[in-house]
Nanobody, 127 residues
Framework: QVHLTESGGGSVQEGGSLRLSCEASGSTSKLGVVAWFRQSPGKAREFVSGIRWISTGRFPVENDSVKDRFFISVDNARNMLYLQMNRLIPEDTAVYFC??????????????????WGHGTQVTVSS
């Protein structure tokens, strides 16, 4: 079992930055891929970015809407997943969730393959 806890959300002006954190606990050695999703009111949960949990062959995958603005990273020593969000726009407003799976050969954007989810953290970007 793996538990995920997000932090770092908040309110920011357009053009600002935030860094989200996700602490993983439990059987983290079994994790394959970790990712960030987001959900706005009335919309489906959307893939943001994903990355391999272990360092070997770690190539991040991103949604085109956040490319070159958001950067995902992992600190295995601290069991932490991060999302650095720069040049935020109002359309980035959502609840952000971290997710994890023990699988590695997956389609990163497929919500159904993720076994573990955090409770989410709110990000609000005002214009």
């Amino acid at each position: 079992q793996v538990h995920l806890t997000e932090s770092g959300g908040g309110s920011v002006q357009e053009g600002g930055s935030l860094r989200l954190s996700c602490e993983a606990s439990g059987s983290t050695s079994k994790l394959g891929v970790v990712a960030w999703f987001r959900q706005s009111p009335g919309k489906a949960r959307e893939f943001v970015s994903g990355i391999r949990w272990i360092s070997t062959g770690r190539f991040p995958v991103e949604n085109d809407s956040v490319k070159d603005r958001f950067f995902i990273s992992v600190d295995n020593a601290r069991n932490m997943l991060y999302l650095q969000m720069n040049r935020l726009i109002p359309e980035d407003t959502a609840v952000y969730f971290c997710a994890a799976t023990t699988l590695v050969a997956i389609t990163y954007g497929n919500r159904a393959v993720y076994d573990y989810w955090g409770h989410g953290t709110q990000v609000t970007v005002s214009s």
